[in-house]
């Protein structure tokens, strides 16, 4: 059974930090890229970031660029996102997804395969 399980969302207030987490499983977790959505009440989903299958190339959304870096470690088919400078616009249900992808990241991925159940991101001011 494939899961991809989020964890590590909270409040917090504006200028702290997070760092969320997704654990995977089911799959062959160094064959896909990782990326993290999120969306807001009454907003469209928006793509946060994602990293290749290696962890050799990201993207990150201009609206978090600079303040959030994304890693991985696929011995332990873990991708965190570290949230930095957080500010009320950031709040959110994260959602991490997985997307058969060998390919360098060359921009936000689209149709994932796979998708966690999210973990709440709340900043307040």
């Known amino acids: 059974e494939v899961q991809l399980v989020e964890s590590g969302g909270g409040l917090v207030q504006a200028g702290g930090s997070l760092r969320p987490s997704c654990a995977a499983s089911?799959?062959?977790?160094?064959?896909?890229?990782i990326g993290w959505v999120r969306q807001a009440p009454g907003k469209e989903r928006e793509g946060v970031s994602c990293?290749?299958?290696?962890?050799?190339?990201?993207y990150f959304a201009d609206s978090v660029k600079g303040r959030f870096t994304i890693s991985r470690d696929n011995a332990k088919n873990t991708v965190y996102l570290q949230m930095n400078s957080l500010r009320p616009e950031d709040s959110a249900v994260y959602y991490c997804?997985?997307?058969?992808?060998?390919?360098?990241?060359?921009?936000?991925?689209?149709?994932?395969?796979?998708w966690g159940q999210g973990t709440q991101v709340t900043v307040s001011s």
């Open positions: 990293i290749s299958n290696s962890g050799g190339s990201i």
């Open positions: 089911g799959f062959t977790f160094g064959d896909y890229a």
């Open positions: 997804a997985a997307r058969f992808w060998k390919e360098t990241i060359n921009g936000i991925l689209y149709n994932y395969d796979y």
